[in-house]
Every structure is written in structure tokens, then in C-alpha cells.
């Protein structure tokens, strides 16, 4: 399967709970992405990784806990979330340097109960 | 810091009509430029970029932009459009300064409805 794939595509979950968002690209990509897409707000940068390496995290609360295993795979780990958590959380990957651009997942679509 | 502003949260024409969506950036250095467009329940698709080669962009699926430098704009154009242009499109920025090159900013969107 080529380009970024994200699993689950729709979750629901309570504020107790315990869940885990993947994403894996097939691009050769060394630089991948979270951004958080919540309705009538622009799309919000949440963590970057370079080469495994965490280089972004823009003041992410520390209910969202990334894992970045290999420059292939990324996770986010999430744990007594807020229902102002429930929103769409876009996977991207790219090459060094941004020239190419962004290539984005599918998103997860993500409901706090 | 570098910014963006989409001028027009939403945008109606009739299919065949000019499409145009307004972009307007800010950035410390010359710049990457970025359209993206996502279909509902979908994430987004690279439409086009510019990085510094000819000012006059081409896309997929018939859409164009131009880079102003003056102006500070990099607006997106279709001759003429079809119901399936429907969707939300995103302008982005990067600097290629290097020091943060591994950060898009994005507009707000702007919600295109086209009219049969």
C-alpha cells in the first residue's frame, strides 16, 4: 500500500479511557506529523519528528503522548482526554527541507464522550 | 514568524465560472507556497506548490497560482468550474531558511460551493 495510512479511521472513546492512533507511510519519508483539524479553526501543529527525533511540540497538552518507533511509523497515545479533544487528527510525512510538500493520511476522527 | 491569510472563509460560483481564492502570506524569507484541498471526511491533497522556480504554478485537476513577490499573494485560479471542485482548500507557507523547514503554517480555509 503506497502513501500514509492512519488507523482507526473513526474512534469514540470516554474520558477515561486509554487509546492509541497509528500512522504509517510508505514513501521513504524521513519527517513525519501530527496536526490537530477541529471545526472553524485553522489546522494545528502538534508534534513533528525528524529522523525519530522529536523537533516540534507546540505546547501539546501531556494527555497526547507521540511515539515515533522509526521514520516509517508514528503513534499517538492518548489518555484522559477532554471532550474539546474531539476532532479530526491528520497524519503527514515529508522529505527534509519541505520542498515536496506534505503528504497527508485519511485522518482519525476522534469523539470524547 | 510567517502567517497566512485566506481572505473569505467561503466562496460560491456557478459551474463554468472563474474560480479564485485569495492568499495572502508573511514571511521573513523567501518562502514555500502550498494550495491544498480536502474533500469531506478526507485528509488534504497537495494541489500545487511553488519553491522558488517559475512564479506562474500549474496543479492538478486545472487549477493554477501565481507568486507575487509585491504583493505578498499567492491567489488560486480555475478557468472554469465543475461541481467535483467542490470542497475546502488551504493555502500553507514554509520558510526554506532552514532553521525551521520542517513547519507548514496554514490559513483557515476557504469553503468553495459551486452552483449548478
Known amino acids: 500500500e503506497t502513501g500514509v495510512t492512519q488507523t482507526p479511521r473513526h474512534l469514540v472513546m470516554g474520558m477515561t479511557n486509554k487509546k492509541s492512533l497509528k500512522c504509517e507511510q510508505h514513501l521513504g519519508h524521513n519527517a513525519m506529523y501530527w496536526y490537530k483539524q477541529s471545526a472553524k479553526k485553522p489546522l494545528e501543529l502538534m508534534f513533528v519528528y525528524n529522523f525519530k527525533e522529536q523537533t516540534e511540540n507546540n505546547s501539546v497538552p501531556s494527555r497526547f503522548s507521540p511515539e515515533c518507533p522509526n521514520s516509517s511509523h508514528l503513534f499517538l497515545h492518548l489518555h484522559t482526554l477532554q471532550p474539546e479533544d474531539s476532532a479530526l487528527y491528520l497524519c503527514?510525512?515529508?522529505?527534509?527541507?519541505?520542498?515536496?510538500?506534505?503528504?497527508f493520511g485519511p485522518g482519525t476522527r476522534l469523539l470524547v464522550l | 514568524a510567517q502567517s497566512v491569510t485566506q481572505l473569505g472563509s467561503h466562496v460560491s460560483v456557478s459551474e463554468g465560472a472563474l474560480v479564485l481564492l485569495r492568499c495572502n502570506y508573511s514571511?521573513?524569507?523567501?518562502?514555500?507556497l502550498f494550495w491544498y484541498v480536502q474533500y469531506p471526511n478526507q485528509g488534504l491533497q497537495l494541489l500545487l506548490k511553488?519553491?522558488?522556480?517559475?512564479?506562474l504554478v500549474k496543479g492538478i485537476n486545472g487549477f493554477e497560482a501565481e507568486f507575487k513577490k509585491s504583493e505578498t499573494s499567492f491567489h488560486l485560479t480555475k478557468p472554469s468550474a465543475h461541481m467535483s471542485d467542490a470542497a475546502e482548500y488551504f493555502c500553507?507557507?514554509?520558510?526554506?531558511?532552514?532553521?525551521?523547514?520542517?513547519?507548514?503554517?496554514f490559513g483557515k480555509g476557504t469553503l468553495l460551493t459551486v452552483n449548478p
Open positions: 503527514a510525512s515529508s522529505q527534509a527541507g519541505l520542498a515536496g510538500g506534505l503528504r
Open positions: 500553507a507557507v514554509s520558510d526554506n531558511s532552514g532553521g525551521s523547514n520542517y513547519k507548514l503554517t
Open positions: 514571511s521573513s524569507v523567501p518562502p514555500y
Open positions: 511553488y519553491t522558488s522556480a517559475a512564479t
